[in-house]
């Protein structure tokens, strides 16, 4: 509990520009990893309703196949299995792969392009001792 009599000290915290980078670009790579698992989730969410023989007149099925159908990046009718369920299985889940591939390289170059060096996120670092 303060005296009565001891002067009041204000502590001011200063915010330079790094640090309004580091959180724009922090921000920035979280939006896009998770634009990119919503839409790799959509993707897996479709090809369990397909291998599982889910209603396929089901609003949720329906929902989700629309969806999809809209973010396999062009990869519809890439391998032509002589089953309908390995081909959903084959295009979109080879879909859902790449978009975790292209979320996890955009935000790595990101990172790279605009962040100095000590506030890159370190996957790895070799240290080694001097004697």
């Given at each position: 509990?303060?005296?009565?009599?001891?002067?009041?000290?204000?502590?001011?915290?200063?915010?330079?520009?790094?640090?309004?980078?580091?959180?724009?670009?922090?921000?920035?790579?979280?939006?896009?990893?998770v634009v990119c698992w919503v839409f790799a989730i959509v993707l897996f969410v479709h090809i369990f309703?397909?291998?599982?023989?889910?209603?396929?007149?089901?609003?949720?099925?329906?929902?989700?196949?629309g969806w999809a159908s809209g973010i396999t990046l062009g990869l519809d009718g890439l391998f032509t299995p002589a089953s309908p369920k390995a081909a959903v299985l084959l295009n979109e889940g080879l879909a859902a792969l790449l978009w975790l591939v292209i979320g996890a390289l955009l935000t790595n170059l990101i990172t790279r392009l605009a962040l100095p060096v000590d506030h890159r996120r370190a996957w790895y670092r070799r240290t080694t001792a001097v004697r």
């Open positions: 509990m303060p005296r009565v009599n001891e002067p009041v000290v204000e502590e001011v915290v200063e915010h330079d520009d790094t640090y309004r980078k580091v959180r724009t670009v922090h921000t920035v790579c979280a939006v896009i990893d309703l397909v291998m599982a023989d889910a209603n396929a007149g089901n609003g949720f099925f329906q929902f989700v196949a």
